[in-house]
């Protein structure tokens, strides 16, 4: 029920149209009698007689009730600031310094302001709301909302891969810890059996051992009882003594045989190789960390402008002169994989520090190599016909398993735990598994007319849409399904030797002396880095983009291969 002194406001205010903005403020209704224009607001006759009194107000200029304008005609009256001030509660910001540029209260301006410029917000902020300052900062609130929500996305993806792999590893590990729990308990089969055959056939032989010098004790005993019993009579013992001769001889070769029996006996040793390995390796050895990025800014490489950072030479990397990095792959941040042709070897490299962090030598020349999370590396073996598959554990690589395919073996990508290969004799590609398991074998179109003459590269879509398929005899860029179709052809690159698929899904390409961007539909291209930028030759190609960084094989006039870094 509303009080009786807010029914008689309510009520008074109904007598006339204009009232006092300064009484209206503190929640009483009185009629208008003049306008101060200074502060363009409406004043009973009280507020009138003592507005002009103060000094901040004194040369204000009041009108009277026949002069005052009316409301319609009237400019529209700024709000006065409600905001606290921060360092003055309750105290609202009132003013604005103009040569600090900072509002505040009027204890901020006494305290702090004393001799600066100071202005009424109320008089400066009208039209505020239109200012390029405004605008520009709403604007900017907003984007940065967008990139806010942008960055929360991608993190959320980032915590579930992290999770996926920390899972991942758990599983990995309890799978390996099944696999030696399964040898030792195979291993325990084998001993126990080992160990009752060696008891079984021990007591056998003690059983017949202990029979047969039971059945000596007994006759010897019995003969030296007839011996010793009656040595007076001489007849008896001369001929007992002559006929016990050969049962005495029987049992002394009995004795004889029965020192000769060996019973079998079983001495553990432990294994020297897995007590080696266990002494030397900490469990924090067999479990590596690695970041996964939760910001990774899109980039679109048709509009990118590369800038050469480094050069890292063949001699550099492993004192090899000449090698022939036919392939690199980024396994994270600045660490390098290589395959070097030549030298029948793999390398693991950081760029950043120039420092070779391990290599293997392989007993067949490598072509190509893929990267599959967390940490395996898949390389082409050519002529040996197989693929054979690296660890990467803190930095060193050890050799895992292998597999055996149909041909001579080159390009390789991976894609959902498939791998994608191309071959050179016979030339296809093929859908495999990590266990060698074909799919699906790309050979022929739907005419039957062979789809590649040499392939050499293949790089996979993200999304496994698509694959692309270099040519070295045709010098095209084939796109394609992975279930064969063949969706569009690039003719215009030259010989593409290293490829590699954005984000976006445009591919970077590298051929002879320039790295060409093309689109995904493989309709357009543009040169991306040329000769005149440094591209000499160029090989293997990949772009880290969590960290905007190109990496290129490049080979020198003077035979020395090396990898050059670009900022994207």
Not at 28 to 52: D, I, R, V
Not at 253 to 281: G, H, P, W, Y
Not at 320 to 337: G, M
């Amino acid at each position: 029920m509303a009080s009786f002194e807010t029914s008689i406001t309510k009520a008074s205010g109904e007598d006339f149209d204009i009232s006092c903005e300064t009484c209206e403020e503190d929640g009483n209704m009185m009629e208008a009698s003049g306008f101060c224009q200074t502060c363009e607001e409406y004043l009973c006759m009280s507020c009138m007689k003592t507005h002009c009194k103060p000094k901040p107000t004194r040369h204000h200029v009041v009108i009277n009730q026949h002069q005052m304008p009316k409301p319609s005609s009237r400019k529209p009256k700024v709000i006065a600031c409600t905001e606290p001030c921060k360092k003055h509660p309750p105290e609202c910001f009132k003013f604005y310094c103009t040569e600090h540029d900072v509002p505040g209260c009027g204890d901020c301006m006494i305290l702090e302001h004393k001799s600066c410029t100071v202005e009424f917000i109320s008089t400066i902020s009208e039209g505020y709301n239109t200012t390029r300052e405004y605008l520009d900062i709403v604007k900017k609130i907003e984007t940065l909302q967008l990139d806010v929500n942008e960055v929360l996305t991608r993190a959320e993806k980032a915590s579930i891969k992290a999770e996926a792999t920390i899972e991942k590893a758990m599983s990995d590990f309890k799978q390996y810890r099944d696999e030696i729990e399964a040898y030792l308990n195979k291993m325990d089969q084998y001993l126990h059996m080992k160990y009752s055959e060696a008891n079984e056939n021990n007591a056998f032989k003690y059983s017949k051992l202990k029979e047969t010098l039971e059945h000596s004790e007994e006759n010897l005993n019995a003969i030296h009882t007839q011996l010793t019993a009656d040595v007076r009579n001489t007849s008896n013992l001369f001929v007992r003594v002559k006929t016990s001769r050969e049962d005495l001889e029987t049992h002394e070769q009995d004795v004889k045989e029965i020192k000769k029996t060996k019973l079998n006996c079983i001495a553990f040793t432990k294994n020297a190789t897995i007590s080696r390995e266990m002494a030397s390796l900490l469990p924090s050895q067999e479990m590596e960390l690695y970041s996964v990025p939760v910001n990774i800014a899109p980039k679109n490489p048709f509009e990118m402008a590369p800038r050469h950072i480094s050069d890292l030479t063949s001699v550099q990397l492993n004192g090899q002169r000449r090698c022939n990095l036919t392939s690199l792959v980024n396994i994270r941040d600045n660490i390098i994989a290589c395959t070097d042709l030549q030298n029948k070897s793999l390398l693991l490299l950081d760029i950043a520090r120039r420092e070779l962090l391990s290599s293997v030598s392989l007993k067949y020349k490598p072509w190509c190599t893929t990267f599959i999370e967390p940490r395996t590396l898949a390389v082409t073996l050519t002529t040996g016909r197989m693929i054979q598959f690296y660890e990467v554990q803190s930095n060193i690589l050890r050799e895992s398993n292998k597999i055996t395919v149909d041909g001579e073996c080159r390009g390789i990508d991976s894609i959902n735990e498939l791998l994608v290969v191309t071959f050179g004799q016979p030339p296809k590609v093929e859908i495999i598994d990590f266990h060698g398991n074909v799919y699906n074998v790309i050979q022929k179109d739907k005419l039957g007319n062979n789809i590649f003459n040499s392939p050499f590269y293949v790089a996979v879509s993200k999304d496994g849409g698509s694959m692309y398929v270099s040519d070295n005899e045709t010098r095209a860029v084939t796109q394609l399904t992975l279930n064969g179709t063949v969706l569009a052809v690039n003719s215009d690159l030259g010989k593409a030797r290293g490829m590699h698929v954005c984000n976006d899904g445009s591919i970077l390409v590298s051929a002879s002396n320039c790295i060409y961007v093309m689109s995904k539909d493989c309709k357009k291209h543009k040169i991306l880095i040329d000769r005149k930028r440094g591209v000499c030759y160029a090989g293997g190609i990949y772009f880290n983009e969590e960290i905007g960084a190109l990496y290129v094989r490049m080979y020198a006039d003077d035979g020395i291969d090396f990898i050059q870094t670009y900022s994207m």
